[in-house]
């Protein structure tokens, strides 16, 4: 490799600039610094990154290197920085950039407002091939002069995803008609003009997945004869136009998910036959309507999951001879046809999970000799025949948790050589009988967590000779295994009986141990475990321990452990630690660990390529009460009791107090309101009847009065009385007493 030139500066050119100005310090690899952030042009790697800071144009020997090896340009915020708010814009300033980029083939904008002037930066680069415009919320749509500026561009690639577009000009995408890839997802784009396609006849990928169509028109699609990959996921379409994929005749990958479809005809991908993978997962679907495959005879994957498809056509797949991934996880299907996968001959993956399958007819699996995996967990399979596995020779992974297995036969695996996972959590099963892993010489990962096993003995677990992952937690019972533990490299026995030895703790290894039954108040056997454990395993995750509370014991094993980390070269941007470091993990617990920084000594140096920070650091683990215990005078960390204290009895006394005085102002206010106004109504109403001649006689001034008179009346009896709403007290005042 050569060597690279010499730094052109690392001077300030101006001392008088502010603090926040370019400072230029460049090799080859020609880094710029403002300030704390980095601004930098690699041109080994042929990459630019300018995250989100204004070019001042003041170091016109670096910008010269710059602009005549560039390869790649990126504006937008800090690619190292891991908190990034896609919801931030910025404006930038283009002026500094002059001239032209000859070799830049992608340029990369991240939040930026000034679209057009970011679209004529990108007009002075002749090679651009590709341009990325995202995570703009002032970007809301597309007119038909927006993209003019690039069209003697060779652009092929233009990705917007992560806008806010809502509304595409029919005529937008005429200027780039070379264009082969688009990409419009995340969104707010609820509906595309028919013609929006017609000047891309090149496209071969577009993603319009993450929006609000709900609907699509018939003619859309026509004028992209080659496309191949066609994303419409997460969408609110509930149906196809029909003959709407009919010139689509390349297309490879076909992606429906996570929408609102309840039935698809049977003609809709009759053109398809190119067609390599169709997805329909997270639909309405209740129903697959047979012969809906029967064109696609190169379909190699297809899922239907998360549905709610309550029976298959045992024909449905006759015309997919190539299908060698089929999910239906996640539907209503309760029994399967006898038959229903005998012609998929080459399938290799079939998931089944979360359906309501009691049992699966004899010979189903006869025809099935090429499946390696098979996904059956979270049905109401009760038992696992061993005539049932026995033609599966090629499956390597089997998942059967979440049923109602009781148990097991010793020869149901006996044929399965060549399994490497195994799934049985989540079941009833009591025990293993001897044998039953005899064939399972290649099995490197077992769980039956979630059962009621209360022991494994030596000569069961012997066979697995290559087992790595053990997950034997939550079987209540369980006390006696017979692992090879120096072998594992994870293992969980949280929430049961086994007996913490250290012989689990291998290189590098994780040990997980919550809720366990084992550990006793004295935490005696922490000590001997810790220390072994600490010093070889990876992890170990003593968590939820409620019997680890001796504060004084835990840290008299701990305080022994300061770990000294090697020297580490780190860039100054993101101070990672190139080292393994032993953790210990207790929450949730009475006692509580965690590392720490010891001590740590930084350095500073200088190459002739960029600055090097080194770190030293010691790290020990310091231990104290968790949450909601507190420190005994014996050092035991306690849970802290609940109880009255004075100023909660104070507080519920005043409440009471000022509760029932409120009350009692209300309703005394009420009563004597109520008082009043059949006091006015007898009056008026006397009155009345004391006048009646007086009325008659003076018609046209009385019957004025009559009509006030009525109005008080309000429907109501004057002479009914109106029960006081004393009951209201005790009530307001329990309330008003559980807000204090």
């Not at 690899?29 to 070019?55: A, H, K, M, T």
């Not at 670096?62 to 690619?79: G, H, K, M, T």
């Not at 550990?519 to 170990?540: E, H, I, P």
Request: glycine share 6%; aromatic share 8%; with cysteine.
């Amino acid at each position: 490799m050569e060597a690279p030139p010499r730094a052109l500066s690392r001077e300030r050119r101006d001392a008088g600039q502010p603090s926040g100005s370019l400072l230029c310090y460049c090799t080859t690899g020609c880094s710029f610094y403002i300030g704390s952030d980095l601004l930098s042009c690699v041109v080994n790697e042929r990459r630019l990154l300018l995250p989100g800071l204004q070019w001042t144009g003041n170091c016109s020997a670096e910008y010269a290197v710059l602009q005549a090896n560039a390869r790649y340009i990126d504006f937008s915020y800090d690619p190292y920085h891991t908190e990034y708010d896609v919801g931030k814009v910025f404006h930038l300033d283009f002026s500094g950039f002059l001239g032209v980029f000859p070799l830049v083939t992608s340029l990369r904008v991240r939040g930026i407002l000034d679209i057009d002037l970011v679209l004529s930066f990108a007009a002075s680069m002749p090679s651009l091939s590709l341009l990325q415009l995202t995570n703009n919320v002032e970007l809301r749509g597309i007119n038909a002069s927006l993209f003019a500026p690039l069209r003697a561009l060779p652009l092929r690639k233009l990705l917007l995803l992560n806008n806010a577009i809502s509304a595409i000009d029919a005529t937008a995408f005429n200027h780039l008609p070379g264009l082969d890839g688009l990409d419009l997802g995340t969104n707010r784009i609820s509906d595309l003009p028919s013609t929006v396609f017609a000047g891309v006849t090149h496209m071969i990928h577009l993603y319009v997945n993450d929006n609000l169509l709900t609907k699509l028109d018939a003619a859309l699609f026509t004028p992209l004869t080659k496309l191949e990959l066609l994303d419409l996921d997460v969408n609110q379409l509930t149906e196809l136009p029909s003959g709407i994929f009919d010139s689509l005749r390349c297309l490879q990958i076909l992606a429906m998910t996570d929408n609102l479809f309840t039935v698809l005809h049977r003609e809709v991908f009759a053109a398809l036959t190119l067609l390599e993978s169709l997805e329909l997962a997270n639909n309405r679907l209740t129903a697959l309507t047979p012969g809906l495959l029967d064109s696609l005879i190169n379909l190699q994957k297809f899922t239907a999951g998360l549905n709610s498809i309550t029976e298959l056509h045992p024909e449905f797949f006759s015309g997919c001879p190539a299908l060698s991934y089929v999910s239906l996880r996640d539907n209503l299907l309760t029994i399967l046809p006898y038959g229903v996968f005998d012609s998929l001959t080459r399938l290799a993956l079939l998931s089944l999970s979360d359906n309501l399958l009691s049992e699966f007819p004899g010979g189903f699996f006869d025809k099935m000799g090429h499946l390696s995996w098979l996904a059956i967990g979270g049905n109401n399979l009760q038992t696992l025949p061993a005539a049932i596995m026995a033609p599966l020779v090629n499956l390597t992974w089997l998942s059967f948790d979440r049923n109602k297995l009781t148990a097991l036969d010793s020869d149901v695996f006996q044929s399965l050589t060549n399994l490497q996972s195994l799934e049985l959590n989540a079941n009833s099963i009591v025990s293993f009988p001897r044998g039953l892993f005899d064939s399972l010489t290649q099995l490197t990962y077992l769980s039956f967590g979630e059962n009621f096993i209360s022991s494994v003995d030596l000569e069961t677990a012997a066979p697995l000779i290559r087992l790595q992952t053990l997950n034997a937690s939550w079987n209540p019972s369980l006390q006696k295994c017979g692992f090879d533990w120096t072998s594992l490299t994870f293992i969980d026995v949280s929430g049961t009986n086994v007996n913490l030895v250290p012989e689990m703790c291998g290189l590098d290894s994780t040990i997980v141990a919550t809720r366990m039954n084992s550990f006793k108040k004295t935490d005696a056997a922490l000590a001997n475990f810790a220390t072994t454990c600490l010093v070889k395993a990876k992890v170990v995750d003593l968590s939820d321990n409620p019997q680890l509370l001796n504060l004084t014991s835990v840290q008299a094993v701990l305080k022994q452990f300061v770990l000294e980390i090697p020297t580490s070269a780190v860039d100054g941007r993101a101070n990672f630690m190139q080292t393994h470091v032993p953790v210990l993990q207790m929450r949730k617990s009475p006692v509580e660990c965690q590392l720490v920084m010891a001590s740590s000594l930084r350095i500073f140096t200088e190459s002739a390529d960029f600055p090097i920070y080194a770190m030293m650091p010691a790290l020990k683990y310091q231990c104290q009460c968790g949450v909601d215990y507190y420190e005994s005078d014996v050092g035991e960390c306690l849970l802290v009791p609940e109880y009255w204290g004075p100023a909660r009895l104070v507080g519920l006394i005043m409440g009471s107090v000022l509760g029932t005085l409120l009350c009692v102002y209300i309703t005394r206010t009420v009563a004597k309101h109520h008082k009043r106004m059949r006091y006015n109504l007898a009056l008026h109403q006397g009155l009345l009847a004391e006048s009646q001649s007086e009325v008659w006689w003076r018609n046209g001034r009385w019957t004025c009065m009559k009509r006030g008179f009525a109005s008080l009346h309000l429907n109501q009896d004057p002479g009914q009385r109106s029960n006081t709403p004393w009951p209201l007290i005790p009530c307001v005042s329990l309330l008003t007493m559980i807000a204090f």
